[in-house]
């Protein structure tokens, strides 16, 4: 099977640096492009304070921060980052326009069979092959934050591509720990976002209409089937509870599940308020007093945590399916 031994991330923002780091912790060296010196210099010192901390944490191949960081190579030359890469991985903003403009760039400068990957969480990947020249080495790569924690990763098919485009994004995740879910068809928002998405509907519904309060409904989804997520998927679940149940329930609640197709106007009075979240100091939850560095440490370590949780329960039933 092909395999990925040098990688190139272009974009070094929030999920750019974290997926260098990412690669860079498996044992893989990376090249970081970013356009300016300053969006490097923030990623590099990110990626600094991330390796210190978690250093001891046993989860990552490197003892020191030095070893992590001397794997990543932080270059604002978009040639000099895709020179001999095996493997691109585009995390530039999610805007077709800005995608579209670095690809035609990535393409000029690759080898003939590279692989170029995007981390594009919404936008159908046929809309974003057209500048490449072989779209059959062109796939989805879409991680989720933290990239450096969160193990799954989707890699997906375009209209294009091939087997071998997908095994090799396949291995190089899997050689760095990851573990990686094809999507057999580009549909927006893949599995996870979509399935992320309808429960947050129903989530603001319940807020919309009353029923609890936001701590209330969060710790109603993190205490019940949230705890159990690590270790039993959708379909698990539903073989341990018995399909006869789960038909049954379904066929009592499905009727009464919100089925709006904008966000509920609680969420756009938010937003409209401005009150985006922590990154505004106020949004559901009021952040203004809080110590968000310290909060964003503390998450890390208990997904670290929690991350031993997964890798223990990890693989398929045992079980033959239909």
Known sequence: MPSATSVATIGAGTMGHGIAFAAAAGG??????????????????????????????????????SELTDRIEYVTALEDAVDGADLVIEAVPEDREIKLATFERIDRHVDDDTVVATNTSSLPLDDLVEPITAPERFCGMHWFHPPHIVPV??????????????????????????????????VPGFIANRIQSAMAREAWALLEAGVASPADIDRAIKGTFGFRLPLLGAFEKGDHSGLDIHHTVLEELLPEIDRS?????????????????????????????????????????????QLEVYRAARGPPSTDRA
């Open 153 to 186: 990763v989707e890699v997906v098919y375009g209209d294009a591509t091939t087997a071998d485009t997908i095994d090799t994004a396949s291995q190089f995740l899997r050689e760095i720990g990851k573990d990686p879910v094809v999507v057999e068809r580009d």
């Open 28 to 65: 893989c060296p990376v090249s970081l492009f970013d356009v300016d010196d300053a969006s490097l210099e923030e990623a590099r010192a990110k990626i600094r304070a991330t390796a210190a901390a978690v250093a001891d944490s046993g989860a990552y191949e490197f003892e020191t921060v």
């Open 261 to 305: 197709t904008s966000p509920p106007p609680v969420l756009s009075d938010l937003v409209e308020e401005g009150r985006y979240g922590a990154k505004t100091g106020r949004g559901v939850y009021d952040w203004r007093d809080a110590d968000l560095e310290r909060i964003s440490e503390e998450r890390d370590r208990l997904l670290l945590e």
